[in-house]
């Protein structure tokens, strides 16, 4: 693949009337990498995406993309950008073609290609069957492929795609992200801001946004990897008293909560494992299960993020 | 700036527009309505006004007066007072619009032709009842006298055949029966043909309240051709419009149209460009469409009913304000509208009006374009 940086981002700041969404981003995104954006709410995110997109004014710093400076071309970077808002953002009163034939003439596709390519796309999103339907009536994951498929229609070289999968069911969310792992392979540059860390999981690169700030910036197996020692499963009846019995023994780094389950990090995992067991029986919890796993993205995101917090 | 972008935008509003029933409503029904209600209430003529009688001369010359004052139905009798605090009282509480004092002495100096003895008091805070009554009055006076004096010159043997002063014979052109309502409804008809400028003035916010204006702001459509194909289909609208509102005003209310149609309807066009754009202005000022709505009212209606001369002649306005009247489409419109109604001229007066309305179209599309920013922040 291209590795001729595709967009350059340097020191980009933007400050809203009380605060600075975006503080001092530096990246560097290749052609053809698809890039996780991830972090909690309001973290800077959308501010980025939408920066990049030219849809707000950057308030220092800079930024390239396809060699076009930002700041002053930002209207000659939109025929090469594909950008996807959070919201949903395409006409409610029109039907499912005339949105895709609607953004496919303001994107200026021939009209030779326009009817092939609706209906090309409308089968890869999964519309085929409802290109008479108002926008207003699909459903929300039907809307978000609907969304992708205008983002799409002038075949752009980059993908700026603001939490496409948000408040989609799983099914769908899965198919969402075939079609861009599709688009991957055929080339497209991706940056995608996600809430999901199996999302992440599925990135080339991930990097990390906490208050404005790019934090980490690694391929998803590194940042797994930072996560120091390993990680024990646990599931009790009384699952808060576990927590509060297992926090603050020796060799355990942090605990997190997933429903009613524990992940507990810990130096190692075969040293620490019966030490918890014996614990949880001496305080008479009713443990149901204990195992060493591998640990996710999931954690090892929850962990750098406690750590930014704690200053 | 693309054809095909506009063109874009444009279906887009059109089908905005016949499909979403409340925008509907607003472009194509609301300037009807309007116009029904305000024809009714603004020709409504004077008639009763309630007046109060005070009669110091208690004689039958004076009661033969009264009776020929009340005796139509412009003028009613309410009372008969006894005091000058009755009659307060009775204006006070807005019983009667007018008051009539006659003093002792009245048949006396009717006959001696010393002028006659009476005051008359009206509601100021009703002007139109009392001046009406003053002037009912006053015509009834001077039938009075002379029907009087053309006795007494009887009674000497003189004959009364060349008592009229000025023999004055009124010609009104145009509008013969000098009826309001033909004045007022083209007036009004300019006015409700420019209500589309307030749909126009949302359409901007209402995307950016939906969330769609970020999307349209991703692509490279330029700003001019984003604005034009959103005025371009509520020039359309407007026209329809156009057909639908004097057919109903002649129709309906018998105004005489003595003009060109196909006149009229270019020339609303040129207006509805003008008229449309200063909304278009508006729109790209206010972020919601809570603020467009009342900017829209501040700016386009107030001074579109008050300063285009559709009740205020243009003449009688202050200086500084003569000048702001003319940035309005409306004021070159209503002349234009009264001309083809009633008069029925042609381009030939009407192209002074038609070159400041496209001036202006051009200048406000100009401004909204510089003013509007394809960004969200």
């Known amino acids: ?68 400076d930002l700041r002053t071309q930002a209207e000659a970077i939109k025929p090469h950008v594909g950008y996807m808002a959070q919201q949903f953002s395409l006409y409610a ?21 326009l009817a ?42 980059i993908l700026l795609l603001d ?67 390993e990680m024990i499963e646990v599931q009790a009846a009384d699952w808060q008293a576990a927590h509060k019995r297992i926090d603050g023994l020796p060799g355990v780094r942090e605990v997190q909560t997933y429903g009613e389950s524990l992940h507990i990090l810990v130096d190692d995992g075969q040293k620490r494992l019966p030490e918890i067991e014996r614990a949880l029986q001496e305080a008479n919890i009713d443990l149901r299960s204990i195992r060493v796993a591998p640990a996710r993205m999931e954690e090892a995101f929850i962990s750098l993020i406690r750590k930014m917090e704690a200053g | ?36 209600l305000m024809a009714y209430a603004l020709t409504v003529e004077i008639k009763h006004v309630p007046l109060a009688v005070l009669d110091y001369d208690q004689s039958q010359a004076s009661r033969t007066f009264v ?22 009282s009775l204006l006070m509480r807005g019983q009667v619009k007018a008051a009539l004092v006659i003093s002792s002495g009245f ?31 006053a015509q009834s006076a001077e039938q009075f006298v002379n029907t009087a004096l053309a006795g007494q010159l009887r009674s000497a043997g003189i004959s009364a055949q060349s008592l009229q002063p000025l023999d004055m014979r009124i010609q009104t ?68 419009n156009v057909i639908l509102i004097p057919a109903l005003a002649i129709a309906w209310f018998h105004i005489s149209f003595n003009g060109s149609f196909a006149l009229f309807f270019g020339l609303s066009a040129i207006f509805l460009f003008a008229v449309l754009s200063m909304g278009m202005v508006v729109g790209v000022l206010m972020r919601t469409q809570a603020a467009a709505l009342a900017l829209s009212f501040l700016v386009i209606f107030f001074p579109g009913f008050f300063m285009t001369g559709i009740f205020f002649p243009l003449a009688s306005m202050p200086e500084e304000m003569r000048l702001e009247s003319l940035s309005l489409p409306g004021t070159h419109y209503a002349i234009i509208t009264r001309g083809i109604f009633l008069p029925g001229v042609g381009m030939d007066v009407l192209w002074p009006y038609a070159v400041m309305l496209a001036v202006l179209g051009v200048a406000f599309t100009a401004l909204a374009a510089l003013f509007f920013r394809k960004k969200l922040g």
């Not at chain 1, 339907?133 to 929300?140: I, Q």
């Not at chain 2, 009613?76 to 009755?86: P, V």
């Not at chain 2, 001696?112 to 805070?125: H, N, R, W, Y």
């Open chain 1, 163 to 229: 939490e496409p999968t948000t408040g989609v069911d799983p099914i769908s969310r899965r198919e969402f992200w075939d079609i861009l792992t599709e688009l991957h392979i055929q080339g497209v540059t991706i940056l995608v801001s996600t809430p999901y860390m199996d999302e992440a999981d599925r990135c080339s690169r991930v990097g990390l946004m906490f208050a404005g700030r790019l934090v980490r910036c690694d391929t998803p197996r590194r940042i797994r990897e930072t996560l120091e020692g």
């Open chain 2, 67 to 88: 009776r020929q004052i009340t005796a139509g139905q412009d003028v009613d009798l309410y009372a008969y007072a006894r005091d000058m605090d009755e009659i307060t």
């Open chain 2, 107 to 137: 048949a006396a100096d009717l006959q001696s032709m010393k002028g006659l003895p009476v005051q008359i008091i009206i509601d100021g805070t009703e002007p139109e009842s009392g001046n009406f009554a003053v002037q009912h009055i």
């Open chain 1, 1 to 68: 693949m291209d590795e001729k940086p595709c967009i350059v981002i340097h020191q980009l700041t933007r400050d809203f009337k009380k605060t600075r969404a975006v503080d001092g981003l530096d990246v560097s995104i290749p052609s053809g990498e698809l890039f996780g954006l991830v972090g909690p709410d309001g973290a800077g995110k959308t501010t980025t995406l939408r920066l990049l997109a030219g849809l707000l004014d950057i308030t220092e710093g800079e930024a390239e993309i396809l060699g076009f």
């Open chain 1, 93 to 113: 009163e029109l039907s499912v073609l005339e949105n895709l034939r609607f953004f496919a003439e303001l994107f200026d596709v021939p009209r030779a290609d």
């Open chain 1, 116 to 157: 092939q390519r609706a209906a090309r796309l409308l089968d890869f999103a999964g519309l085929s069957d409802f290109k008479e339907r108002r926008a207003a009536h699909l459903s929300g994951g039907m809307q978000k492929k609907l969304a992708l498929a205008c983002t799409l229609v002038h075949q752009p070289e």
């Open chain 2, 1 to 36: 700036m693309s054809v095909r972008h506009i063109w874009a935008v444009t279906r887009k509003e059109i089908n905005h527009i016949f499909r979403d029933r409340s925008t509907l409503i607003l472009v194509l029904f609301t300037p009807t309505l309007v116009l029904l």
């Open chain 2, 173 to 240: 052109w145009f509008n013969p029966d000098l009826k309001p309502r033909n004045d007022i409804i083209p007036g009004l008809i300019s006015m409700v043909l420019g209500f589309p400028a307030l749909s126009v003035a949302l359409t901007l916010a209402h995307e950016r309240e939906h969330g769609t204006l970020e999307q349209l702001l991703a692509t490279p459509i330029s700003r001019t051709g984003l604005l034009l194909g959103k005025i371009i289909p509520y020039i359309g609208v407007g026209l329809l």
